[in-house]
């Protein structure tokens, strides 16, 4: 009980949290002041998605994603920087090819995209899971099953030691990636 004291009198902890739980998405970036980055590393998610089975048929693949850009659109007022980086396997799956072709809702709302071929990240330490971060301070890695569905697993890291090399891993994902508008698929 000592070290929960302790911690609290330093101010260490997560201030405005009520109740038990983890906080979702949307308390995390309502509290973010100045960046959300987003690093996502694999080839196929939500392969029942909606949007992306109607683009397998033949259909445009787009589906209404207005409370994502309201979220993105609020934080970028307030301030917050969003970037997302994808890195990804060429040539690309057609989840990929997919995501590729309705990015241009993300940026409309005010993210930066950059995607990342696989090979130009051999070199680099990545984390273990695809990751938001939240001002360089807190790390929400999601957990994917195999075939990309989310398995709405989290796990939270606030501890210094363990977010800065997330910070430096995004930074040299993002500073090799490739802009949105200039990435072509293979």
Do not use: C
Request: hydrophobic fraction near 40%; aromatic fraction near 10%.
């Amino acid at each position: 009980m000592a070290d929960v004291l302790a911690e609290a009198a330093t101010g260490n902890y997560a201030q405005g949290r009520q109740g038990p739980g983890e906080p979702t998405f949307r308390e995390l970036l309502a509290r973010t002041q100045r960046s959300a980055v987003h690093l996502e590393m694999r080839d196929t998610y939500e392969p029942d998605h909606p949007g992306f089975n109607d683009w397998l048929q033949g259909g445009s693949g787009r589906v209404d994603r207005t409370p994502w850009t309201s979220l993105v659109e609020e934080a970028t007022a307030r301030g917050v920087k969003m970037r997302r980086a994808r890195i990804v396997s060429e040539p690309p799956t057609d989840y990929i090819r997919w995501e590729h072709m309705i990015t241009d809702v993300n940026i409309a709302a005010g993210e930066d995209v950059r995607w990342l071929p696989r090979r130009q990240a051999a070199d680099l330490l990545l984390p273990h899971a695809d990751f938001w971060m939240f001002d360089h301070r807190i790390v929400r890695f999601n957990y994917n099953a195999g075939d990309g569905t989310s398995l709405k697993a989290y796990e939270f890291a606030s501890d210094p030691r363990r977010v800065a090399p997330v910070v430096a891993a995004f930074e040299m994902v993002w500073e090799r990636a490739i802009p949105h508008e200039e990435y072509k698929l293979g």
